[in-house]
């Protein structure tokens, strides 16, 4: 199944011709890309289902994302060609070895050296980067990030990571592998029992903890779901804009453990902002959570100085983030302070 559509269609803009940038953003259950200006607009998306397996499968995933890339440029032709191409994924990249680690349930690309394999495809300039690096460039060039020197970007989604900005730049750390935040241990019961943030609040793991909850209370709207076979993270929000009570907890506690990992980040760094990404209809429920349980265990000082929002682009950002990377001429090394000596 795909999806595609052309912003400009319900617009009075013209359409772009000349290059354009691709941008592609690697989820856990489909691929999307958009064609972007280089002034960061996005001209056209498509989003495609992963082909179905029963066992991931490293080299099935990498066909397909080369032959889906060659699709969409090859729609666009000569008239808009393609300059560069950005890939963002749901896990951490080696800016040495352009490896990608920790990708959540998905076949494990580590071993393929797809970077060399796309290089070769199309020979043109590529950059490889994390959905939360791709989100949160995107918001420094045309979200409520701009000219904010010191802020987080927090994207929750298949994975759960971080794009971090530091005096204006965007922080890669030794290896490029800063931003792992899913990978930070909280407490989540004060029990004792420590476990990666990400194994609480990624999307699969919502889901799973809601349907543990089912278990002890079945008056939720999500146990008719439940029993016609699943729900998903999405039906979750759904049920809590609606007024599902058990809904609306989930959302809530999701947001207490993500404040468990944000409240020492924001003491240690005193941040100007966090912006909360993912799903964008979520957000209004994990925000207040989040600035509540910060409030509760951070620093006073370093959480009054910190604004906690929701991010202001949508679901694309990785995107147009991803293809603003790459574009011809940015100089990664001046534009976001990396030091690869």
Same mark, same amino acid.
């Given at each position: 199944? =795909?999806?595609?559509?052309?912003?400009?269609?319900? =617009?009075? @803009?013209?359409?772009?011709?000349?290059? +354009?940038?691709?941008?592609?953003?690697?989820?856990?259950?489909?691929?999307?890309?958009?064609?972007?200006?280089?002034? !960061?607009? %996005?001209?056209?998306?498509?989003?495609?289902?992963?082909? #179905?397996?029963?066992?991931?499968?490293?080299?099935?995933?990498?066909?397909?994302?080369?032959?889906?890339?060659?699709?969409?440029?090859? #729609?666009? !032709?000569?008239?808009?060609?393609?300059?560069?191409?950005?890939?963002?994924?749901?896990?951490?990249?080696?800016?040495?070895?352009?490896?990608?680690?920790?990708?959540?349930? =998905?076949? @494990?690309? !580590?071993?393929?050296d797809i970077y060399s394999e796309i290089e070769s495809a199309f020979r043109l300039p590529l950059r490889f980067d994390t959905n939360a690096n791709a989100a949160a460039y995107a918001e420094m060039r045309s979200g409520m990030?701009?000219?904010? =020197?010191?802020?987080?970007?927090?994207? *929750?989604?298949?994975?759960?990571?971080?794009? %971090?900005?530091? !005096?204006?730049?965007?922080?890669?750390?030794?290896?490029?592998?800063?931003?792992?935040?899913?990978?930070?241990? *909280?407490?989540?019961?004060?029990?004792?029992?420590?476990?990666?943030?990400?194994?609480?609040?990624?999307? @699969?793991?919502?889901?799973?903890?809601?349907?543990?909850?089912?278990?002890?209370?079945?008056?939720?709207?999500?146990?008719?779901?439940?029993?016609?076979?699943?729900?998903?993270?999405? $039906?979750?929000?759904?049920?809590?804009?609606?007024? $599902?009570?058990?809904?609306?907890?989930?959302?809530?506690?999701?947001?207490?453990?993500?404040s468990m990992a944000l409240a020492g980040v924001i003491s240690l760094l005193d941040l100007e902002m966090i912006a909360v990404g993912g799903a964008p209809a979520g957000r209004p429920f994990l925000v207040p959570a989040i600035? #509540?349980?910060?409030?509760?265990?951070?620093?006073?000082?370093?959480?009054?100085?910190?604004?906690? +929002?929701?991010?202001?682009?949508?679901?694309?950002?990785?995107?147009?983030?991803?293809?603003?990377?790459?574009?011809?001429?940015?100089?990664?090394?001046?534009?976001?302070?990396?030091?690869?000596?």
């Amino acid at each position: 199944m =795909s999806l595609k559509y052309s912003p400009n269609e319900s =617009s009075n @803009d013209p359409v772009q011709t000349g290059p +354009v940038l691709l941008g592609v953003d690697l989820s856990r259950h489909h691929i999307r890309l958009g064609a972007v200006s280089s002034g !960061g607009k %996005l001209l056209t998306f498509r989003r495609e289902l992963y082909p #179905e397996s029963n066992e991931p499968d490293p080299r099935r995933l990498a066909d397909f994302i080369i032959s889906t890339i060659r699709q969409m440029i090859d #729609e666009h !032709g000569a008239s808009s060609p393609v300059t560069s191409i950005g890939v963002a994924f749901p896990g951490m990249v080696n800016q040495h070895t352009r490896q990608v680690h920790l990708l959540p349930k =998905s076949a @494990d690309l !580590g071993g393929l050296d797809i970077y060399s394999e796309i290089e070769s495809a199309f020979r043109l300039p590529l950059r490889f980067d994390t959905n939360a690096n791709a989100a949160a460039y995107a918001e420094m060039r045309s979200g409520m990030a701009h000219g904010v =020197s010191n802020w987080l970007y927090l994207h *929750i989604g298949a994975n759960v990571g971080a794009g %971090l900005v530091l !005096g204006g730049k965007l922080q890669r750390g030794k290896s490029g592998l800063a931003g792992a935040i899913g990978q930070m241990l *909280i407490d989540p019961e004060r029990i004792g029992e420590n476990v990666t943030l990400e194994s609480m609040v990624s999307a @699969d793991n919502i889901v799973r903890r809601t349907r543990d909850r089912l278990k002890r209370d079945n008056t939720s709207s999500l146990s008719r779901l439940g029993a016609m076979g699943g729900f998903s993270y999405d $039906d979750i929000i759904s049920a809590a804009h609606l007024g $599902d009570d058990l809904a609306k907890m989930m959302m809530q506690r999701t947001g207490t453990f993500i404040s468990m990992a944000l409240a020492g980040v924001i003491s240690l760094l005193d941040l100007e902002m966090i912006a909360v990404g993912g799903a964008p209809a979520g957000r209004p429920f994990l925000v207040p959570a989040i600035a #509540e349980g910060v409030r509760q265990l951070a620093f006073a000082q370093a959480y009054e100085d910190c604004r906690i +929002v929701e991010a202001e682009m949508g679901a694309e950002a990785a995107v147009i983030g991803a293809a603003l990377l790459a574009a011809p001429g940015t100089d990664p090394i001046h534009a976001f302070g990396w030091d690869l000596s």
